[in-house]
């Protein structure tokens, strides 16, 4: 048995080296800390410089979209919840919009501002999420992520007491949402809002401008704006390469034409662009919130048309995609009359920005890889399905 | 009577020893001092552990442990029972070895690192008159057995048979032999000033009084900048964070010791805590000034508690950089040892050979100012600006 690889198998056509050419082959996963669950980078490490990166995915394959066609178009509501668990209710409202599209219902404006502030707090628990994760990817024993979290668990009773359940939510309906606010949510909310930016300036004085994580993210995976044009990336990596490309702008869908915001753009879409354009987007959802928190007025949550029980949308097919936090999150449904989709898909946005992994890795040492994949920003429950 | 208690544990063992056949008291005497190495050190060790883990949490806005007490009862003294529940645990855990271990060096790996830690201790002044063996070149002894860590080290990447375990040795390999020069040079500094290898002596030309501070090495230019690249070799030689790459949870799992697990875990844990207090012990030693006390007016507090008050407030120290920093990679680790770290130290030499050679005063200051402050800046400025390393602007659009 022999620990380090000879020379390379037929499937990784490597190149000729200058050195004694002694590569090593590490499966890094699918039981690896810093994999964010279970997934395998297949890495060839020169020394420590990848040569070679394949990325293998499904080990927490849950046949999601074909359970999904067997199941009512309201039974897959809550199956939704688990495939970004970290942001429950953005996948709740990209299904519920592409059911509203295809079934034609209208959702009522109370509505649309709930959806619009239980998404943009989904976007800052997120964001805070990932820079934890991220700088605890670079080793630093776990006290940002215990910061992040701190400031999730606000919004995590926020949902509870909105949604009955911290994480699953299973909140929003077709034509509306589940429940209205309870007593209170909202000045709860705005607190929680306020406090942000506090939480924000105190990460970046002690994050953004520290030599190591600046060392260890600037110049390290950049990515060009055509492979990620190319590669149909989206979400804040995306805007890290400096493309301008936010559905929130671009498709204006539920009533984002109302609020006034900017969209973050890198020019150098290296993993440090990709951490400070989190950092900026969560400021300018801070400014959403506000708005949205601010113009929220009295009147019904849910389409009355909307039915809950023996809803059979008419034939068609409808598309339906939202700015997840991780990128452009799509439903594509198809409609054969019947209580279930003929065919129901999933665009998730963490599995195809994890195509360009190798792209990002190649000739990185080994330590970059863990940074470049936390940067991607993936979770395993959409990668996979 | 500051000097009895001062002095306890030297009279008691000369007590001790005075009923005991004068042929077999070197040999006694030698056994009593080992094992109050050994006692001192593994409780320090235990604290230490506790310490560690509750000043984490307390920097990450958590409790740390607060359940393990004393047994059968509910009272829980701060979590104080969890270095011996710990202990327990890594005693009853499983011992696993992997099939392909070469398994009598992945058994030896973890004991021949404890014994060269243990050794280093043998050298290192404790308080007036308590240190084990006063050689003459105790420093030099002190680096020697502290060298053979390494082996040790590549013992366990290498017989685990484990990718993982083998790139943390290769690491753990490179960054301690790039790591020792600087630790070394540093400490060189201190020796040409004594003009002595001996601990003792090194701690006893520390112990005059100057106006209110003492004459502590720290408290000269070329001492500042020698204990600064002392602790932060010693950083690196005990493989803490922000140097903890040979561990690198988050990149190669667990490092050399992947493959270990139990009782021999946690010798690795014990011989890194002890690494850790033994050169955190030089360090003291070297330009704290020893077991001396800061103030002239606080010499009535014992000796032993005076070094033993240093070492913690370092140790902590070293769990603060622990709870704040992210960790460097193999090329910056190497570029800063080499680039950065060794030419300040050999740079420090010449200034402490200046400092040497001036006559005291205000001239002599400003000149070793200068010697630190000069190459610290014109270094630092002239690898930085090659980086380009910078906060960024962004750009918005509506």
């Known amino acids: ?385 | 009577m500051s000097d009895t208690f001062d002095q306890i544990f030297v009279s008691l063992k000369h007590w001790l020893l005075g009923y005991l056949p004068v042929w077999s008291q070197p040999v006694i005497s030698c056994l009593l001092s080992i094992a109050v190495i050994i006692v001192a050190f593994a409780t320090l060790f235990a604290i230490t552990t506790w310490l560690e883990r509750k000043g984490l949490a307390r920097i990450q806005n958590r409790y740390g442990p607060n359940r393990a007490g004393i047994p059968l009862t509910n009272i829980s003294l701060f979590g104080l029972g969890q270095p011996a529940a710990d202990g327990i645990k890594a005693l009853t855990k499983e011992d696993i070895v992997p099939f392909a271990a070469d398994k009598l060096v992945h058994f030896f790996a973890p004991v021949v690192l404890v014994i060269p830690v243990l050794l280093s201790y043998a050298v290192l002044p404790i308080g007036r008159n308590m240190v084990a063996v006063d050689m003459d070149a105790g420093l030099l002894f002190f680096f020697a057995v502290g060298a053979a860590t390494e082996l040790s080290v590549f013992m366990a990447g290498w017989s685990s048979r484990n990718k993982y375990a083998l790139l943390g040795a290769m690491r753990a390999i490179a960054q301690m032999v790039s790591y020792e020069i600087p630790l070394i040079l540093s400490s060189v500094s201190v020796i040409m000033m004594v003009g002595s290898l001996s601990t003792v002596k090194i701690v006893e030309a520390q112990s005059t009084y100057h106006g209110l501070l003492p004459d502590w090495f720290v408290f000269t230019p070329w001492g500042f900048a020698g204990f600064i690249l002392f602790m932060i070799s010693a950083l690196a030689e005990s493989n803490r964070s922000p140097f903890d790459l040979p561990e690198g949870e988050s990149e190669i799992v667990a490092g050399y010791f992947i493959e270990y697990s139990g009782f021999k875990f946690a010798l690795f844990f014990l011989a890194e805590y002890l690494g850790m207090f033994a050169i955190s012990g030089l360090g003291i030693t070297l330009f704290l000034g020893g077991w001396h006390a800061p103030f002239a007016w606080l010499t009535w507090i014992p000796s032993w508690a005076w070094f033993f008050i240093k070492l913690v407030t370092l140790v902590l120290i070293l769990i603060w950089i622990r709870g704040t920093v992210p960790r460097l990679r193999m090329d910056q680790l190497m570029n800063f040892a080499w680039k950065f770290m060794l030419p300040m130290a050999l740079l420090n030499l010449v200034g402490v050979a200046i400092w040497h050679f001036m006559t005291p005063g205000l001239p002599r200051w400003l000149v070793g100012f200068a010697l630190v402050v000069g190459p610290y800046l014109l270094l630092g400025r002239g690898l930085m600006a090659g980086k380009n390393l910078a906060k960024r602007t962004y750009r918005f659009a509506e």
Not at chain 1, 117 to 130: D, G, V, Y
Not at chain 1, 236 to 256: C, E, S
Not at chain 1, 346 to 365: A, F, H, K, Y
């Open chain 1, 1 to 385: 048995m022999s620990i380090v690889a000879e020379m390379p198998s037929k499937n990784f056509e490597l190149l000729s080296k200058d050195g004694d050419g002694e590569l090593l082959e590490i499966a890094m996963g699918p039981h690896h800390p810093s994999t964010h669950g279970v997934f395998r980078m297949d890495v060839v490490l020169d020394g420590e410089r990848v040569v070679k990166l394949k990325p293998v995915f499904g080990y927490l394959h849950r046949n999601h979209e074909k359970i999904a066609e067997g199941t009512t178009y309201l039974g897959s509501m809550p199956y939704t919840d688990r495939l970004d668990y970290f942001c429950s209710l953005t996948n709740n409202w990209a299904y519920a919009l592409a059911v509203e599209k295809l079934a034609g219902l209208q959702v009522p404006e109370r509505a649309e501002y709930i959806r619009v502030i239980t998404a943009e707090l989904t976007r800052l628990q997120n964001h805070a999420c990932l820079m934890g994760f991220l700088v605890q990817d670079m080793g630093a024993s776990g006290t940002p992520l215990m910061y992040a979290f701190r400031e999730r668990e606000k919004i995590l009773d926020l949902f509870e007491s909105l949604t009955g359940a911290r994480m699953m939510c299973n909140y929003m309906r077709f034509g509306g949402c589940r429940c209205d606010l309870p007593a209170g949510w909202l000045d709860g909310a705005k607190k929680v809002v306020a406090e942000t930016p506090r939480f924000i300036d105190e990460f970046e004085a002690l994050l953004a401008g520290n030599e190591i994580l600046m060392a260890r993210t600037q110049n390290v995976g950049a990515m060009s704006r055509e492979l990620a044009i190319n590669a149909s990336i989206t979400g804040p990596m995306l805007r890290a390469a400096g493309v301008n490309y936010d559905l929130r702008k671009v498709d204006r869908y539920g009533i984002y034409d109302r609020f006034q915001f900017k969209v973050p753009l890198g020019d150098h879409g290296d993993t440090y662009d990709r951490y400070m354009v989190r950092v900026l987007e969560m400021r300018e959802t801070v400014k959403i919130l506000e708005q949205a928190l601010a113009g929220i007025s009295d009147g019904p949550i849910i389409d009355p048309k909307a039915k809950l029980r023996g809803f059979r949308p008419k034939v068609g097919e409808a598309y339906g995609r939202i700015e997840a936090p991780k990128g452009e999150l799509g439903f594509y449904l198809i409609s054969d009359g019947g209580p279930n989709p003929y065919r129901y898909r999933v665009r998730p946005p963490s599995l195809i920005n994890l195509t360009v992994l190798e792209d990002l890795c190649l000739g990185q040492l080994v330590a970059d890889v863990v940074v470049i994949l936390g940067s991607v920003d993936i979770v395993l429950g959409e990668v996979d399905r």
